[in-house]
């Protein structure tokens, strides 16, 4: 006989199409997959023929695991280590001669084992990755047990990783082809940006995605710098710069995008571009603030993601999702805009949507995989609950998660990884940080 796990709740917070929200239910998961959702007392009727182990208690909430759509999970390596900065400045100054001396496989197997441990502690199940050695973030993705697209970043110019474009593109189909028969990874073609890739190398990467049919990841108009860059050398701004050289042709995922006006809104919606918003790592390097409200009005489906920790320094999305909705109230006036449940949506299907892998995951739904995360309600800061969406948006922390299950594995339990030692992991971490220091 099969062996099943029954995971409860007070509240179980479904993100379905009707945006159900169930009380003293329960969750079944069989192998990687949710086979039953319904009253608690009643599933343990029903299964009572199993060797059933049940999670959860009359306390917890169950959710669907969050999904960090842009991240560069490796450079936790290097947070903290230069605050305080303009992008520009940061990266050329500071972060770019580094990974010139750091980047290896090891160092982004490493980086990445710490940001997965982060991230799914803090109730991350999936990630949207941009980097180099891409089989190394695999690698530690598959190890800690987290859902992973993973980009090969593309660049003109040469790095530890590649000499020019030719290069990471020929890279990123090795990493496709590798990556065909995993299902933890996901893989993705990843033009850093505008003003890192040429029109001839964006076009090659558009056409690498639309092969193989992938996302494409992209940084796009983070900086108003870089959208006055690109009105000096194209005579236009950047998104519609992209649409005239046809790379809005495929499935793409636009970082960052805060210096947007309203006819490159359109032009967006109109090709379905998703947005991954990266409030914190905007708000600290003062590149700006993203409209989200004309983006969501629009239609454009909005993600959160941390962006890298070194311009973070967090890899959490609740502290994420709580800023960028009080932000978003203060810039236009008018506290209604992003409300509780729309920022659920952000966390969860609308991002799987934006990944296009909403079939998959971002609900709680029969059928779906068991990416979920359960957390404990019974805590000062998170009583009462009159809204259990208010509750999870505005008052709840990371330390509040105590388990989090991917692809049907109990990964996170009682706030401990089982299936990594994690001070190993953190122990390697300070390791690297004594290197980066000798620089």
Not at 176 to 205: D, Q
Not at 238 to 244: G, R
Not at 313 to 341: C, H, R, Y
Request: glycine content about 6%.
């Amino acid at each position: 006989m099969n062996s099943i796990f029954i995971i409860r709740g007070q509240y179980i917070i479904t993100m379905n199409e009707h945006d159900e929200v169930l009380n003293n239910s329960g969750v079944v998961v069989k192998d990687d997959k949710i086979i039953d959702i319904g009253d608690f007392s009643e599933l343990l009727k029903k299964y009572k023929d199993y060797p059933v182990q049940i999670y959860g208690n009359s306390h917890s909430v169950l959710m669907p695991g969050f999904i960090n759509t842009h991240t560069h999970a490796a450079m936790v390596l290097f947070r903290g280590i230069a605050d305080d900065l303009p992008l520009k400045q940061w990266l050329n100054e500071h972060i770019w001669p580094r990974e010139a001396k750091f980047l290896s496989p090891e160092f982004v197997y490493d980086g990445s084992c710490l940001a997965c441990l982060e991230m799914l502690k803090s109730g991350t199940t999936t990630f949207n990755d941009m980097y180099f050695f891409p089989e190394s973030i695999a690698k530690a993705a598959k190890k800690l047990n987290i859902r992973a697209v993973i980009g090969q970043g593309v660049f003109d110019f040469s790095t530890p990783f590649g000499k020019n474009a030719e290069d990471y593109l020929n890279r990123a189909l090795e990493f496709i082809e590798k990556s065909k028969t995993n299902e933890l990874i996901i893989p993705a073609v990843a033009p850093h940006a505008i003003y890192t890739c040429c029109k001839e190398t964006l076009i090659k990467s558009r056409d690498l995605a639309l092969k193989h049919d992938l996302l494409i990841h992209i940084h796009i108009s983070e900086t108003f710098q870089e959208v006055e860059e690109c009105i000096r050398n194209y005579g236009k701004r950047p998104v519609k710069y992209l649409k005239n050289i046809g790379f809005l042709e495929g499935k793409i995922i636009a970082a960052h995008s805060v210096w947007l006006n309203d006819e490159e809104i359109e032009i967006m919606g109109n090709h379905n571009v998703g947005v991954s918003h990266c409030i914190e790592s905007n708000l600290k390097l003062a590149s700006g603030i993203a409209p989200v409200v004309k983006m969501l009005k629009r239609g454009i489906k909005v993600s959160m993601g941390t962006d890298g920790a070194a311009s973070n320094n967090n890899l959490d999305l609740l502290e994420e999702i709580s800023i960028a909705a009080k932000v978003q109230k203060g810039i236009t006036g008018n506290p209604t805009v992003l409300d509780v449940k729309t920022c659920m949506k952000i966390l969860t299907i609308w991002a799987a949507e934006a990944l296009g892998i909403e079939k998959e995951v971002g609900s709680i739904e029969t059928g779906k995989k068991a990416d979920l995360v359960l957390m404990n309600l019974n805590k000062p800061h998170l009583q009462p609950v009159y809204d259990i969406y208010s509750t999870i948006i505005y008052s709840a922390k990371a330390s509040d998660i105590e388990d989090v299950f991917v692809n049907g594995v109990p990964v996170i339990t009682s706030g401990k990884h089982q299936l990594v030692d994690e001070d190993t992991l953190i122990e390697k971490a300070v390791w690297w940080s004594r290197q980066i220091q000798k620089l």
